[in-house]
């Protein structure tokens, strides 16, 4: 059975805009990245965190505008983890 091409191609459209994407916001709401940035996976967008948690390790606290002080430990409780 041959499935023409046209029919393939909406299916790979169809399957692409329903994959679940993740974000991943700060304490004060923003992205964690520079750019609006979604993610494939939840592992990926944890992977993320875990990255941009590091940049904060030297001063031992993220600092928040709303929350003030949040000690890295506690960091995960404070960020949102969206599934878009």
């Not at 994959?19 to 993610?39: C, N, R, W």
């Not at 990255?51 to 928040?64: H, V």
Request: hydrophobic fraction near 30%.
């Amino acid at each position: 059975m041959v499935i023409p091409n046209f029919v393939l191609s909406l299916y790979c459209n169809q399957n692409k805009s329903t994959m679940a994407k993740y974000q991943v916001l700060s304490p004060d709401g923003f992205t964690i990245e520079f750019e609006p940035i979604h993610y494939t996976s939840k592992k990926k967008a944890m992977e993320a965190f875990l990255k941009w948690k590091e940049n904060y390790k030297r001063q031992g606290y993220y600092s928040s505008t709303k929350y003030g002080r949040i000690h890295l430990s506690d960091l995960g409780e404070y960020c949102q983890f969206n599934k878009l």
